[in-house]
């Protein structure tokens, strides 16, 4: 079982566009698990990452696949036009639903990261935004 977000669900089962990275998380799990990668090789997470996780991140429902722990968070990056080279991190619904309906092209990143361990993984992109504005009159 992977974890969900806390918010924009309703997004991220609308299926079309969405790429889903249940299948290498699964691997690089096993693969751990195993004992053909060490705790060192999967739990890497960038210092920016696990503040963000802290911070605004969302509590998974799962705990985190590599210690266990409660710790696992999921945070929402969001990259595109009009947006900061590095991305938009995304804490709320109401934040997604705003750059869902613009019309400029976004991608959203969902990414769970433990804050004990530091492990993390991209769960899932998906599209955003590209509406066409409506005509009047």
């Not at 991140?57 to 080279?85: D, H, K, M, N, W």
Request: with cysteine; net charge positive; charged share 25%.
């Amino acid at each position: 079982m992977t974890a969900e977000p806390a918010f924009g669900e309703a997004m991220l089962r609308r299926g079309a566009g969405v790429v889903d990275h249940r299948m290498a998380r699964r691997h690089l799990i096993n693969e751990f698990r195993r004992g053909r990668l060490r705790p060192d090789q999967v739990c890497d997470a960038h210092p920016e990452l696990i503040r963000a996780a802290t911070n605004v991140g969302a509590p998974a429902s799962v705990p985190c696949p590599i210690c266990q722990e409660p710790a696992l968070r999921l945070v929402t990056y969001v990259f595109g036009p009009r947006l900061p080279a590095h991305g938009r991190c995304v804490s709320t619904a109401a934040e997604l639903a705003k750059l869902d309906v613009r019309t400029d092209e976004f991608t959203a990143y969902v990414v769970e990261a433990c804050v004990e361990c530091r492990w993390h993984h991209l769960l899932r992109a998906l599209p955003l935004g590209g509406r066409r504005a409506r005509r009047t009159g």
